[in-house]
């Protein structure tokens, strides 16, 4: 029988009310100010997006989802950061305990392009040496102002060994697929024995990536 993991992964099933509450597993949202960390987060967590005024987070803001993974419920808690240089400091300070990273850029923002080497330089001082780290290209529903094509993102993607993808908080495009494919990935190493195939995160999204758009066109 499987056992809750010190990821925060339960197996479902009668068995579910006996299970000791599992930790949580933290995941990080990081990014300049402004790449629609917040907008990402509540597209996942309520379907929704609330277009208008941008307000930035102060500090730092956190929210849970449970995602069911191939029968197996795994608890996120997700951080919102700021990115707001200010509150740089108060951030370096969660780096440490998260066990998954999505980093955002706006396509539309180049200079929030450029600081992605900056935001990984950070994230190899402050975080966990096996941390899940994701680029994310996000605002792709705004094609007309594009300012980082496709192939930048995912050869600075290859270039650091981590998956990436184009998301849009407005729109929902692969916001639920990035969560799942590092809740995936979380449970696997929380759950997996040893001895079988590791999951493999990059084809996991490739192949589902692949899946979509053949039925968006079906
Ligand atoms: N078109 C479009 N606009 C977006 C998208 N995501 C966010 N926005 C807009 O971008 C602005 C900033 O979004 P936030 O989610 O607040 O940005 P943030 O990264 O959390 O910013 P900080 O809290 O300062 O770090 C808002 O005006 C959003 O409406 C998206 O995918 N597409």
């Not at 990402?40 to 803001?61: H, P």
């Not at 094609?143 to 930048?152: F, H, K, L, P, Q």
Request: net charge neutral; hydrophobic share 40%; charged share 25%.
């Amino acid at each position: 029988a499987k056992e809750a993991g010190k990821h925060g992964a339960v197996p479902l099933g009668g068995a579910e009310e006996a299970q000791p509450p599992s930790p949580p597993s933290p995941v990080m949202l990081l990014g300049d100010s402004g790449v629609g960390k917040t907008c990402f987060l509540l597209q996942f967590r309520d379907g929704a997006f609330l277009s208008g005024t941008f307000i930035a987070t102060v500090g730092i803001d956190f929210r849970n989802k449970v995602v069911a993974v191939d029968g197996v419920k795994v608890k996120l808690q997700i951080w919102d950061t700021a990115g707001q240089e200010r509150f740089r400091s108060v951030t370096h300070a969660y780096y440490r305990d998260a066990q998954a990273l999505l980093l955002l850029y706006d396509i539309t923002s180049k200079m929030s392009f450029d600081n992605i080497r900056a935001w990984l330089t950070e994230i190899h001082e402050y975080a966990q040496k096996d941390v899940v780290i994701m680029l994310l290209g996000n605002k792709a529903d705004v094609s007309s102002e594009r300012a980082v094509r496709t192939e930048d993102g995912a050869s600075l993607a290859r270039e650091y060994g981590v998956p990436f993808m184009e998301t849009s908080a407005k729109t929902g495009m692969n916001v639920e697929l990035a969560f799942l494919a590092i809740a995936k990935e979380l449970k696997q190493r929380a759950l997996q024995p040893p001895d079988e195939p590791r999951f493999q995160i990059h084809d996991y999204i490739e192949a589902q990536q692949k899946k979509s758009s053949c039925c968006a066109f079906a």
